[in-house]
């Protein structure tokens, strides 16, 4: 009986002392999701990152060829640019990017951060933006083939 009751003292003294499986998988437990708007008539396969804005951390997802929408799951709670990258095709780059009006025309888009909270699945964050090159998007981390 003392050791059964150890056992449990044991075990109730280690699961106050270490935080809750629980609450970490909470925590990192989020997701970014959209559409991919690319303008052609078939969408290529692309790489989509989740750049965390302060540590410019990366998670990437390669999609398939003719796959319009992408999910990249297991984030943690932060703000993200959501930027692409497509090793083919006439666009190169991509990101989530909000239109803005100026006195001449193009204007161009910026990137549109985007607040993710712990356990979020926000969705509709669209790749709708789809350019030749874009030196004033962050770069991406090399690939790992």
């Known amino acids: 009986m003392k050791q059964a009751n150890l056992l449990l003292m044991f075990i ?3 699961c106050a002392a270490n935080p809750s499986t629980k ?23 692309i790489r989509v990152c ?3 804005t302060q540590t410019k951390a990366a998670t990437c997802v390669m999609t398939k060829a003719g ?7 297991g984030l943690p709670a932060a703000e993200y640019y959501l930027v692409a990258d497509i090793e083919q095709w006439q666009y190169k780059t991509a990101g989530h990017v909000l239109q803005v009006q100026c006195i001449r025309a193009p204007c161009p888009a910026l990137l549109k951060a985007v607040e993710l909270n712990a356990g979020q699945s926000l969705t509709g964050i669209d790749l709708n933006g ?15 083939k």
């Not at 609450?23 to 396969?45: L, R, W």
């Not at 030196?135 to 090399?142: K, Q």
């Open 12 to 14: 109730l003294a280690s």
């Open 50 to 52: 989740a750049l965390d």
């Open 23 to 45: 609450t970490q998988q909470a925590k990192e437990n989020a997701s970014i999701g959209g559409v991919i708007s690319y303008p052609g008539h078939v969408v290529p396969t």
């Open 130 to 144: 789809f350019y030749i090159s874009r030196e004033d998007f962050p770069a991406l981390p090399a690939e790992n």
């Open 67 to 73: 796959q319009a929408s992408y999910s990249i799951k």
